[in-house]
């Protein structure tokens, strides 16, 4: 198996977790956070999708987001540029409970975007740098940090979803 394979592999084994994670989800579940200081589910699947689009479409393939193309910010009616990196414990109590069927939608057009951005790729071009300003970042480091993020946080949903149903 060469690097796309084994990509292409762990974002399809990603995509089973995240469904199996969110199967039967109730609103309830989507806006508990255990405490002030956490998290909600929401606002996890909103970041994760937000992530992968900044991450793929605009610092890889130097594209606007599809957030912004597809005009889910105004659909959501929030911040073009805005992902979840930084937000307060305040911010993330204060963000809007999101219609869950539509996120699933934007996060099924950023992932297919991914796939299509992954297939685009020759072996060869994981080394590229595709923002000199962050010369740290090749594409093969993209990809492991994303990896890295949404696996994380499939596994904040399924702990936030275990202690809701344990309370």
């Known amino acids: 198996m060469n690097a796309l394979d084994f990509i292409h592999a762990s974002l399809t084994d990603e995509e089973q977790y995240f469904s ?5 989800i109730t609103d309830k579940e989507l806006m508990w ?17 937000r992530v992968e689009d900044m991450w793929f479409n605009f610092f890889c393939n130097k594209q606007l987001e599809l957030w912004e193309t597809n005009s ?12 979840g990196f ?28 991914t796939l ?5 790729l020759q072996e ?4 590229i740098v595709p923002r000199e300003q962050r010369p740290e970042m090749a594409i093969s480091d993209v990809f492991v940090r994303i990896l890295n993020e949404l696996f994380q946080h ?3 949903i399924n702990y936030i979803r275990g202690l809701f149903n344990s309370k």
Do not use: C
């Open 124 to 127: 060869s071009d994981l080394t």
């Open 86 to 113: 930084g937000h307060t414990a305040d911010q993330i109590k204060a963000f809007p409970k999101l219609d869950f069927a539509d996120l699933l939608k934007y996060r099924n057009e950023v992932r297919n975007s």
């Open 20 to 24: 199996e994670s969110i199967h039967e």
């Open 154 to 156: 499939i596994g904040h």
């Open 33 to 49: 956070r255990p405490s002030n200081e956490s998290n909600n589910i929401n606002w996890i699947v909103w970041h994760m999708s």
């Open 116 to 120: 299509n951005y992954l297939i685009s």
């Open 72 to 83: 889910w910010y105004t659909h959501f009616n929030l911040p073009t540029r805005d992902n």
